[in-house]
Nanobody, 124 residues
Framework: QVQLVESGGGLVQAGGSLRLSCVAS????????MGWFRQAPGKEREFVVA????????DYADSVKGRFTVSRDNTKNTTYLQMNSLKPEDTAVYFC?????????????????WGQGTQVTVSS
């Protein structure tokens, strides 16, 4: 049974930074791509970024490109999301997810396992 646990969310002022972590337990972490998604109140869950199993390939949503950086440490079964220059519109619950395969994807249906989410609130 694979479990994902996110941490690192919080309240930050616009222009600030946060670093989210997602630790996986169970399964073979380095065989699967990982993704970060977010969901704001009243909105659908949206893709933020994905990173391939090896860490060499990434795919970012246009809204976060240049501000967010994804990485993973396969020795620690952990993926990270460094968020800089945060904006109020980045406010959401952020979820990490494990894909069904090794390559990057944006489709929710391509992710099998989800964390419980961590709240990120950016004040103006």
């Amino acid at each position: 049974q694979v479990q994902l646990v996110e941490s690192g969310g919080g309240l930050v002022q616009a222009g600030g930074s946060l670093r989210l972590s997602c630790v996986a337990s169970g399964g073979t972490f380095n065989a699967y791509a990982m993704g970060w998604f977010r969901q704001a109140p009243g909105k659908e869950r949206e893709f933020v970024v994905a990173i391939g199993a090896s860490g060499r390939t990434t795919d970012y949503a246009d809204s976060v490109k240049g501000r967010f950086t994804v990485s993973r440490d396969n020795t620690k079964n952990t993926t990270y999301l460094q968020m800089n220059s945060l904006k109020p519109e980045d406010t959401a619950v952020y979820f990490c997810a494990r894909a069904k395969a090794a390559w990057v994807t944006r489709r929710l249906a391509d992710f099998r396992t989800w964390g419980q989410g961590t709240q990120v609130t950016v004040s103006s």
